[in-house]
């Protein structure tokens, strides 16, 4: 362990001590305020290029699970991965104990080689960020510094992305799932039903291809850079089978259907955002992990918001008034919780039914 600090793009520093790999990095500095679940987030695509830190004051304390796998994917990650660019925090379990834990999370991040530094005032960094924005940030190990770069200007979702036609699952219905940095518990939470789910690149071209519903995935980054999946996905709404997009898909479907996305100040990154739905007044709980959200004053009106965030009233996902496309800008299937919408996934299932079934009726 050598000393590090955290310096942030408006020239603020803070002095901790190095627990990851022994190498500087820079990236968008942004939080998270949840008690659990750090290696379901440090392997959550969404991530990449960022610079998390974690709110919570004890991290590490249960490591990190053995590595197991089930229908050709990690039991325990959101990827096969850590994705983040370094992990910041302010109190390191040393000693872990958890019956499942196979090492400790530093020796995870060496060996994945994250840096990450310890001994950091995360409220306080927070506090500058909730005030000020998610910025740029570097953490500089032994005093090598590096130049400053925009993690922001690359595009971070071909980086995360399948670069194959992955199949999981023999079941009745098919749905294609564009990756654009899928965490791999929206894929186990599909396989619950009676489903094959084709994976396949954020840029592939499906417009000739047969399936019976269509997913579009979580992502990092700015949703207007990816212009191929909005275009295809805009082509794809023309055939009126179900959609079902999930945080940056909800951004792309808001593109692809004519509005326009908008960055938030400082994102929304933990388990507990409470939001409304607007069909039956209820509030739920969930999981969060985005940068950018949908203007729904920009939408036609054949489209309408779905969810609310309660916090600051952005839109939390959207639909369309008589056709099954739709979204969630949280994460139904939140690995670590909550579980409060994960009933949106057999919704999906059941307009994919509905809809076969009416087609193959009208033939």
Same mark, same amino acid.
């Given at each position: 362990?050598?000393?590090?600090?955290?310096?942030?793009?408006?020239?603020?520093?803070?002095?901790?001590?190095?627990? +990851?790999?022994?190498?500087? !990095?820079?990236?968008?500095?942004?939080?998270?305020?949840?008690?659990?679940?750090?290696?379901?987030?440090?392997?959550?695509?969404?991530?990449? +290029?960022?610079?998390?830190?974690?709110?919570?004051?004890?991290?590490?304390?249960?490591? %990190?699970?053995?590595?197991?796998?089930?229908?050709?994917?990690?039991? $325990?990650?959101?990827?096969?991965?850590?994705?983040?660019?370094?992990? !910041?925090?302010?109190?390191?379990? /040393?000693?872990?104990?958890?019956?499942?834990?196979?090492?400790?999370?530093?020796?995870?991040?060496?060996?994945?080689?994250?840096?990450?530094?310890?001994? %950091?005032?995360?409220?306080? !960094?927070?506090?500058?960020?909730?005030?000020? +924005?998610?910025?740029?940030?570097?953490?500089?190990?032994?005093?090598?510094?590096?130049?400053? $770069?925009?993690?922001?200007?690359?595009?971070?979702?071909?980086?995360?992305?399948?670069?194959?036609?992955? !199949?999981?699952?023999?079941?009745?219905?098919?749905?294609?799932?564009?990756?654009?940095?899928?965490?791999?518990?929206?894929?186990? #939470?599909?396989?619950?039903?009676?489903?094959?789910?084709?994976?396949? @690149?954020? *840029?592939? *071209?499906?417009?000739?291809?047969?399936?019976?519903?269509?997913?579009?995935?979580?992502?990092?980054?700015?949703?207007?850079?990816?212009?191929?999946?909005?275009?295809?996905?805009?082509?794809?709404? $023309?055939?009126?089978? @179900?959609?079902?997009?999930?945080?940056?898909?909800?951004?792309?479907?808001?593109?692809?259907? +004519?509005?326009?996305?908008?960055?938030?100040?400082?994102?929304?990154?933990?388990?507990?955002?409470?939001?409304?739905?607007?069909?039956?007044?209820?509030?739920?709980?969930? #999981?969060?992990? /985005?940068?950018?959200?949908?203007?729904?004053?920009?939408?036609?009106?054949?489209? %309408?918001?779905?969810?609310?965030?309660?916090?600051?009233?952005?839109?939390?996902? %959207?639909?369309?008034?008589?056709?099954?496309?739709?979204?969630?800008?949280?994460? @139904?299937?939140?690995?670590?919780? @909550?579980? *409060?919408?994960?009933?949106?996934?057999?919704?999906?299932?059941?307009?994919?039914?509905?809809?076969?079934? #009416?087609?193959?009726?009208?033939?």
């Amino acid at each position: 362990m050598h000393n590090a600090i955290l310096m942030l793009e408006n020239g603020q520093v803070f002095q901790g001590t190095s627990f +990851g790999y022994e190498q500087s !990095v820079v990236g968008e500095v942004v939080f998270n305020t949840a008690m659990t679940g750090y290696p379901e987030s440090l392997t959550d695509p969404s991530y990449k +290029g960022q610079l998390l830190v974690a709110t919570y004051p004890l991290i590490g304390n249960y490591g %990190i699970p053995q590595h197991e796998t089930r229908n050709g994917i990690p039991t $325990h990650f959101e990827s096969d991965r850590i994705h983040i660019s370094g992990l !910041v925090i302010s109190d390191y379990s /040393h000693g872990y104990s958890h019956w499942n834990a196979g090492e400790s999370l530093g020796q995870w991040l060496v060996r994945q080689k994250i840096p990450a530094i310890y001994g %950091i005032d995360t409220r306080a !960094v927070t506090r500058i960020l909730r005030s000020e +924005g998610s910025m740029s940030g570097k953490i500089i190990v032994s005093n090598q510094d590096i130049p400053w $770069h925009d993690r922001l200007s690359e595009n971070l979702v071909k980086q995360v992305s399948t670069s194959k036609v992955v !199949v999981y699952g023999q079941g009745k219905y098919k749905i294609l799932l564009v990756d654009c940095g899928v965490k791999y518990n929206i894929i186990r #939470s599909l396989l619950q039903y009676d489903t094959t789910i084709v994976r396949v @690149p954020w *840029d592939f *071209d499906y417009s000739e291809e047969d399936y019976d519903g269509l997913f579009i995935s979580n992502g990092p980054g700015d949703p207007a850079r990816c212009v191929s999946t909005i275009e295809y996905l805009r082509k794809a709404l $023309h055939r009126e089978q @179900p959609v079902f997009g999930i945080c940056l898909g909800s951004q792309l479907l808001g593109l692809a259907a +004519g509005g326009k996305t908008f960055k938030l100040t400082y994102g929304h990154r933990s388990h507990n955002q409470p939001v409304i739905c607007h069909d039956n007044n209820r509030c739920y709980i969930t #999981s969060q992990n /985005h940068g950018y959200a949908v203007d729904p004053d920009t939408l036609s009106d054949e489209w %309408i918001p779905w969810f609310s965030n309660l916090n600051d009233h952005t839109c939390e996902g %959207i639909r369309h008034k008589t056709k099954p496309l739709f979204s969630t800008q949280f994460h @139904p299937e939140a690995s670590g919780g @909550p579980t *409060d919408t994960a009933f949106l996934f057999e919704h999906f299932i059941n307009e994919i039914i509905k809809f076969k079934t #009416s087609r193959h009726a009208s033939k």
